[in-house]
């Protein structure tokens, strides 16, 4: 009886795996998109970069990449006394590529715009086939600070160079003040963290301690098993930007980083990235109070 009952549980075993079928899905091409990569400083000129989404199967190449830039679009930005339009330009990199964006025309004071704290902007795109996406963001008051930095050895590590970086952070009494950083790592460009967008539900009213881990190019492959992530090394130089936004850049980079960590993970929750731009465009316009801080770690 009882290897009847076996005979039985691999009959059915087999059936059911006999009558699988091949299930090939067919995803519809869908249109591009614009997207907008738009950012203003305290203190700097506003940068707007004006691109059109890819298929997200295709495989990407540089020359796509590059095709993918908008051109010949009249942007415009307002704090609501000054109005400039955008120029523009493009930069070639040591590898060849060229990246094109839209900024002040340097040249022309009457169209220089600087970012101010505490003043909103508006950002008004017109594409050549006469389409018009709009967005806002707002520099806000410097409200939530980097008070200092300081090093350690890396606890419980054989290898004596590695170090691990904190902070001293104040935030303001007050629920609704977020913050973003980066960090710039013997005068390599300023990258953000893995997770670099907070908001205050813990923190509101209290100085604080945060461990800051070393920040890489995301257009690199990161290997979070790698021995050496996260820390810094005795001699590097660094700077740590530490930046007062707005709850739209929050939510924005909030969302897109959720998404973008998720990414190959079967058992994530899909997310909606975000963004403020409107006309059903991608991305955000993005407002950033800065502060810097700087430290060297000894050899």
Known sequence: MKRFGQLYYLFILITFVSCERTIDLKVNDQPSKLVVDARIEDNGTPLVVLSNSLNYFNTISPEELQASFVHNANVTITDGSKTVTLKEVNYTDSSGYTFYYYTVDVTNPAQVLIGRLS??????????????????????????????????????????????????????????????????????????????????????????????????????????????????????????KFCDIDKATYDFWRTWEYAYQSTGNPFSSPIKVIGNISGGALGAFCGYATQYQSIIIPK
């Open 119 to 240: 003043t909103t902007y508006n950002l008004n795109i017109v594409l050549a086939d006469s389409s018009v996406y709009t967005a806002t963001t707002t520099i806000p008051p410097m409200r939530k600070t980097c008070d200092s930095l300081w090093w350690k050895k890396a606890p419980d590590n054989p290898d004596t160079t590695r170090c691990v970086l904190y902070g001293l952070f104040t935030d303001p009494p007050g629920f609704g003040d977020y913050v973003r950083y980066f960090v710039s790592t013997n005068n390599q460009p300023f990258y953000p963290g893995y997770t670099s967008a907070f908001d205050d539900q813990i923190t509101d009213g209290t100085t604080y301690t945060f461990q800051i881990p070393k920040s890489y190019s995301r257009s690199d492959s990161i290997k979070f098993n790698d021995e050496d992530f996260g820390f810094f090394h005795r001699g590097d130089s660094i700077v740590f």
